[in-house]
Protein backbone atom coordinates (compact mmCIF):
# COMPACT_ATOMS: atom_id res chain seq x y z
CA UNK A 1 0.00 0.00 0.00
CA UNK A 2 1.22 3.58 -0.87
CA UNK A 3 0.80 6.71 0.93
CA UNK A 4 -2.24 8.68 0.12
CA UNK A 5 -4.23 5.44 0.07
CA UNK A 6 -7.06 4.80 2.63
CA UNK A 7 -6.79 1.62 5.00
CA UNK A 8 -10.56 0.64 6.58
CA UNK A 9 -10.71 -1.04 10.08
CA UNK A 10 -13.83 -2.27 11.05
CA UNK A 11 -14.10 -2.37 15.18
CA UNK A 12 -16.61 -5.16 16.98
CA UNK A 13 -17.31 -2.56 19.96
CA UNK A 14 -20.02 -3.20 22.74
CA UNK A 15 -20.50 -0.50 25.61
CA UNK A 16 -21.23 -2.10 28.48
CA UNK A 17 -20.67 -5.97 29.43
CA UNK A 18 -24.35 -7.10 29.10
CA UNK A 19 -24.91 -4.96 26.06
CA UNK A 20 -25.25 -6.00 22.32
CA UNK A 21 -22.18 -5.66 20.20
CA UNK A 22 -21.91 -4.05 17.01
CA UNK A 23 -19.48 -3.19 13.97
CA UNK A 24 -18.04 0.24 13.15
CA UNK A 25 -16.23 1.09 10.46
CA UNK A 26 -13.30 4.03 10.40
CA UNK A 27 -11.35 4.75 7.54
CA UNK A 28 -7.94 6.55 7.72
CA UNK A 29 -5.52 7.52 5.86
CA UNK A 30 -2.22 4.94 5.44
CA UNK A 31 1.20 5.72 6.64
CA UNK A 32 4.01 3.30 6.84
CA UNK A 33 4.97 1.95 10.26
CA UNK A 34 1.58 2.04 11.87
CA UNK A 35 0.88 -1.05 14.16
CA UNK A 36 -2.66 -1.30 15.40
CA UNK A 37 -2.39 0.73 18.80
CA UNK A 38 -1.19 3.45 16.84
CA UNK A 39 -4.20 3.17 14.54
CA UNK A 40 -6.62 3.57 17.58
CA UNK A 41 -5.10 6.40 18.77
CA UNK A 42 -5.59 8.37 15.35
CA UNK A 43 -9.34 7.10 15.45
CA UNK A 44 -9.27 8.30 19.55
CA UNK A 45 -8.03 11.46 17.95
CA UNK A 46 -10.77 12.13 15.68
CA UNK A 47 -13.72 9.45 16.39
CA UNK A 48 -15.67 10.05 13.02
CA UNK A 49 -16.92 6.45 11.71
CA UNK A 50 -16.94 6.27 7.77
CA UNK A 51 -20.99 7.59 7.89
CA UNK A 52 -19.31 10.52 9.01
CA UNK A 53 -21.07 10.29 12.69
CA UNK A 54 -19.02 11.16 15.48
CA UNK A 55 -19.13 8.52 17.79
CA UNK A 56 -16.76 7.59 21.04
CA UNK A 57 -12.79 6.59 21.46
CA UNK A 58 -12.55 2.81 21.08
CA UNK A 59 -11.88 1.44 24.65
CA UNK A 60 -8.90 -1.33 24.90
CA UNK A 61 -5.77 -1.99 27.07
CA UNK A 62 -2.44 -0.43 26.45
CA UNK A 63 0.28 -0.06 28.47
CA UNK A 64 3.88 -0.94 27.47
CA UNK A 65 3.72 -0.76 23.97
CA UNK A 66 6.53 -3.51 23.56
CA UNK A 67 4.79 -6.52 24.40
CA UNK A 68 5.96 -6.98 27.53
CA UNK A 69 2.71 -6.06 29.66
CA UNK A 70 0.23 -8.45 27.99
CA UNK A 71 -2.16 -6.22 27.97
CA UNK A 72 -3.35 -5.39 24.54
CA UNK A 73 -4.12 -9.24 22.92
CA UNK A 74 -7.09 -9.13 21.08
CA UNK A 75 -8.66 -10.46 17.73
CA UNK A 76 -6.55 -9.04 14.80
CA UNK A 77 -8.12 -10.00 11.45
CA UNK A 78 -9.83 -12.88 13.24
CA UNK A 79 -6.06 -14.09 15.06
CA UNK A 80 -5.32 -13.44 18.59
CA UNK A 81 -2.33 -11.35 18.48
CA UNK A 82 -0.72 -8.07 20.83
CA UNK A 83 -2.03 -4.94 19.49
CA UNK A 84 1.25 -2.96 19.76
CA UNK A 85 3.75 -5.39 18.08
CA UNK A 86 0.77 -5.86 15.06
CA UNK A 87 2.17 -4.14 12.13
CA UNK A 88 -0.51 -2.91 9.80
CA UNK A 89 1.73 -3.07 6.51
CA UNK A 90 2.15 -6.85 7.36
CA UNK A 91 -1.46 -7.69 8.26
CA UNK A 92 -2.47 -5.61 4.94
CA UNK A 93 0.38 -8.24 2.85
CA UNK A 94 -1.54 -11.18 4.95
CA UNK A 95 -4.83 -10.62 3.94
CA UNK A 96 -4.24 -9.15 0.48
CA UNK A 97 -6.90 -6.61 1.52
CA UNK A 98 -7.36 -2.69 2.60
CA UNK A 99 -9.37 -3.90 5.98
CA UNK A 100 -8.16 -5.02 9.24
CA UNK A 101 -10.72 -6.47 11.63
CA UNK A 102 -10.41 -6.01 15.37
CA UNK A 103 -12.53 -7.84 17.98
CA UNK A 104 -12.33 -8.30 22.04
CA UNK A 105 -10.96 -11.65 22.30
CA UNK A 106 -13.72 -14.15 22.42
CA UNK A 107 -13.51 -16.25 25.61
CA UNK A 108 -13.27 -13.48 28.24
CA UNK A 109 -16.37 -11.36 29.29
CA UNK A 110 -16.44 -7.50 27.72
CA UNK A 111 -15.85 -4.96 29.75
CA UNK A 112 -16.15 -2.26 26.65
CA UNK A 113 -15.33 -2.46 23.07
CA UNK A 114 -11.73 -4.68 23.14
CA UNK A 115 -11.08 -4.41 26.12
CA UNK A 116 -12.15 -7.89 28.57
CA UNK A 117 -11.88 -9.22 31.77
CA UNK A 118 -8.79 -11.68 32.01
CA UNK A 119 -8.91 -11.88 35.74
CA UNK A 120 -9.51 -15.49 35.51
CA UNK A 121 -5.45 -16.18 34.82
CA UNK A 122 -4.62 -14.51 37.69
CA UNK A 123 -7.30 -16.35 39.71
CA UNK A 124 -5.63 -19.99 37.83
CA UNK A 125 -2.03 -18.65 39.11
CA UNK A 126 -3.30 -17.95 42.74
CA UNK A 127 -5.04 -21.77 42.63
CA UNK A 128 -1.50 -23.14 42.23
CA UNK A 129 0.75 -20.33 44.15
CA UNK A 130 2.54 -19.30 41.45
CA UNK A 131 4.92 -16.86 43.44
CA UNK A 132 8.21 -17.66 45.70
CA UNK A 133 6.77 -18.09 49.31
CA UNK A 134 8.54 -14.74 51.67
CA UNK A 135 7.67 -14.20 54.99
CA UNK A 136 8.06 -10.29 54.84
CA UNK A 137 9.95 -8.12 52.92
CA UNK A 138 12.98 -7.59 54.81
CA UNK A 139 16.77 -8.05 53.37
CA UNK A 140 16.87 -11.83 52.89
CA UNK A 141 20.15 -11.70 51.89
CA UNK A 142 21.03 -13.75 48.07
CA UNK A 143 19.23 -16.54 47.61
CA UNK A 144 20.18 -20.20 46.59
CA UNK A 145 22.56 -20.58 43.76
CA UNK A 146 21.09 -22.45 40.85
CA UNK A 147 22.39 -24.48 37.97
CA UNK A 148 23.11 -23.15 34.95
CA UNK A 149 21.13 -25.67 32.94
CA UNK A 150 18.15 -25.00 35.47
CA UNK A 151 18.15 -21.12 34.58
CA UNK A 152 18.46 -21.83 30.73
CA UNK A 153 15.28 -24.37 31.58
CA UNK A 154 13.53 -21.68 33.46
CA UNK A 155 14.33 -18.02 31.74
CA UNK A 156 11.91 -18.87 28.87
CA UNK A 157 9.44 -19.80 31.05
CA UNK A 158 9.84 -16.52 32.85
CA UNK A 159 9.05 -14.68 29.83
CA UNK A 160 5.28 -14.84 30.43
CA UNK A 161 3.56 -11.93 29.92
CA UNK A 162 0.19 -13.00 30.85
CA UNK A 163 -1.89 -12.06 27.44
CA UNK A 164 -4.02 -15.23 28.38
CA UNK A 165 -3.47 -15.93 24.06
CA UNK A 166 -2.63 -19.44 25.14
CA UNK A 167 -6.03 -19.21 26.83
CA UNK A 168 -7.82 -17.65 23.81
CA UNK A 169 -6.78 -20.22 21.17
CA UNK A 170 -6.95 -23.38 23.40
CA UNK A 171 -10.25 -25.78 22.95
CA UNK A 172 -10.52 -27.13 26.61
CA UNK A 173 -10.46 -23.83 28.08
CA UNK A 174 -13.91 -23.32 27.92
CA UNK A 175 -17.35 -22.83 29.07
CA UNK A 176 -17.87 -26.32 29.74
CA UNK A 177 -14.38 -27.28 31.73
CA UNK A 178 -12.76 -25.16 33.97
CA UNK A 179 -9.56 -26.18 32.85
CA UNK A 180 -6.55 -23.70 33.87
CA UNK A 181 -4.73 -23.46 30.65
CA UNK A 182 -1.16 -23.69 29.47
CA UNK A 183 0.32 -20.22 31.04
CA UNK A 184 -0.55 -21.47 35.11
CA UNK A 185 0.76 -24.60 34.07
CA UNK A 186 4.01 -23.17 32.50
CA UNK A 187 4.28 -20.59 35.55
CA UNK A 188 3.44 -23.95 37.83
CA UNK A 189 6.89 -25.13 36.41
CA UNK A 190 8.62 -22.25 36.82
CA UNK A 191 8.14 -21.85 40.70
CA UNK A 192 8.45 -25.58 41.19
CA UNK A 193 11.98 -25.45 39.85
CA UNK A 194 12.73 -22.43 41.92
CA UNK A 195 14.74 -23.73 44.59
CA UNK A 196 13.24 -21.62 46.89
CA UNK A 197 9.75 -21.78 45.55
CA UNK A 198 9.73 -25.86 45.42
CA UNK A 199 8.67 -25.17 49.08
CA UNK A 200 5.15 -25.49 47.58
CA UNK A 201 5.93 -28.33 44.67
CA UNK A 202 3.59 -30.65 46.67
CA UNK A 203 1.07 -28.43 46.60
CA UNK A 204 1.04 -26.82 43.44
CA UNK A 205 1.06 -30.36 42.02
CA UNK A 206 -2.00 -31.65 43.92
CA UNK A 207 -3.62 -28.12 42.58
CA UNK A 208 -3.36 -29.33 39.40
CA UNK A 209 -4.20 -32.73 39.91
CA UNK A 210 -7.91 -31.43 40.32
CA UNK A 211 -10.67 -30.41 38.19
CA UNK A 212 -9.53 -28.18 35.70
CA UNK A 213 -6.09 -29.49 36.03
CA UNK A 214 -3.67 -30.88 33.81
CA UNK A 215 -5.85 -34.05 32.95
CA UNK A 216 -8.34 -31.64 30.49
CA UNK A 217 -4.99 -30.73 28.36
CA UNK A 218 -6.36 -32.11 25.09
CA UNK A 219 -2.60 -31.73 23.49
CA UNK A 220 -4.36 -29.51 20.48
CA UNK A 221 -0.61 -27.60 20.78
CA UNK A 222 -2.57 -24.41 19.81
CA UNK A 223 -1.22 -22.51 22.67
CA UNK A 224 2.46 -22.97 21.93
CA UNK A 225 2.00 -21.96 18.21
CA UNK A 226 0.28 -18.78 19.55
CA UNK A 227 2.17 -17.69 22.42
CA UNK A 228 3.64 -14.01 21.45
CA UNK A 229 6.84 -14.58 23.79
CA UNK A 230 7.50 -18.51 22.37
CA UNK A 231 6.76 -20.18 25.56
CA UNK A 232 8.02 -23.88 25.33
CA UNK A 233 4.15 -24.38 26.77
CA UNK A 234 3.95 -28.41 25.21
CA UNK A 235 6.72 -29.41 27.07
CA UNK A 236 6.05 -27.74 30.41
CA UNK A 237 2.47 -29.53 30.14
CA UNK A 238 4.44 -32.45 29.74
CA UNK A 239 6.83 -32.22 32.85
CA UNK A 240 3.87 -31.12 34.65
CA UNK A 241 1.67 -33.98 33.43
CA UNK A 242 4.61 -36.48 34.53
CA UNK A 243 5.07 -34.84 37.94
CA UNK A 244 1.43 -34.34 38.86
CA UNK A 245 0.98 -38.31 38.01
CA UNK A 246 4.40 -39.21 40.17
CA UNK A 247 2.71 -37.13 43.18
CA UNK A 248 -0.59 -38.92 43.01
CA UNK A 249 1.02 -42.66 43.11
CA UNK A 250 3.07 -40.80 45.91
CA UNK A 251 0.10 -39.61 47.80
CA UNK A 252 -1.85 -42.70 46.96
CA UNK A 253 0.74 -45.18 48.76
CA UNK A 254 1.21 -42.54 51.49
CA UNK A 255 -2.26 -43.28 52.50
S1 LIG B 1 2.15 -18.55 28.00
FE1 LIG B 1 2.43 -17.20 26.21
S2 LIG B 1 0.36 -16.95 25.35
FE2 LIG B 1 0.12 -17.75 27.43
S3 LIG B 1 -0.17 -15.96 28.74
FE3 LIG B 1 2.04 -16.42 28.76
S4 LIG B 1 2.90 -15.20 27.09
FE4 LIG B 1 0.69 -15.23 26.76
S1 LIG C 1 0.87 -2.72 25.23
FE1 LIG C 1 2.00 -4.08 26.55
S2 LIG C 1 1.99 -5.93 25.45
FE2 LIG C 1 1.03 -4.56 24.08
Redesign the pocket.
Known amino acids: MAKGQTIKVEIKRQATPDAPSYTEKFEMPYRPGLNI ?1 SVLVEIAANPVNTEGKETSAITYD ?11 AMLINGKAR ?4 ALVDRLLDETKSDTITLAPLSKFPVVRDLAVDRSVLFENLKKVQAWVPIDGTYDLGPGPKQAPQIQEERYPLSNC ?1 S ?1 TICMEVCPQFNTQTNFVGAATIAQAKLFNMDPSGSVLKEERLRALSGDGGIQECGFAQNCVQACPKQLPLTEAISDMGRDVFIQKVKDFVSR
Open positions: TSNCLEEICGSCMACSIC
